[in-house]
């Protein structure tokens, strides 16, 4: 995956001519906005595996971003085969005294059980690593 340094490269080719040139912060600017455009369509997908302690409230991911972060998917229980995932209707935010936890409604896995939370983060790109795969990139 290219890092800050490759996108500045490339478009300094792209879009510099010999009349003008775009200022460094402009350029930057410009690559930053598209990086966020491109997390807005195409989101980067982690999954987290909790394993229950027999109760129905779990935190969120540490890199939940709110107002940006949504749950894709829970499988419950993890493993099975064909995997089992919960109808939306099954779980939900909920917006405790200090912070949002997901909310089982109707399961509390027990301490032998594990599910997988599936959710989106932004992408991000710095001089040395980028999450956004090359596919999308060019």
Not at 5 to 21: N, P
Not at 98 to 116: A, G, M, V
């Amino acid at each position: 995956m290219k890092n800050f340094t490759d996108y500045q490269t490339k478009v300094a080719q792209v879009i510099q001519d010999a009349d003008t040139e775009l200022e460094t912060t402009d350029r930057d600017a410009f690559i930053e906005e598209a990086i966020g455009i491109h997390s807005k369509h195409r989101p980067q997908e982690k999954v987290l595996q909790v394993t229950g302690p027999g109760d129905y409230l779990y935190d969120l991911p540490e890199d939940w971003e709110e107002g940006f972060s949504v749950i894709e998917s829970v499988e419950y229980p993890a493993g099975e085969q064909p995997p089992v995932f919960l109808d939306p209707t099954q779980y939900m935010l909920y917006q405790g005294a200090s912070n949002k936890q997901i909310r089982f409604l109707y399961d509390s896995p027990e301490t032998s059980e594990t599910f997988l939370v599936t959710y989106t983060l932004r992408h991000s790109v710095d001089n040395n690593t980028g999450t956004i795969p090359d596919a999308c990139k060019e």
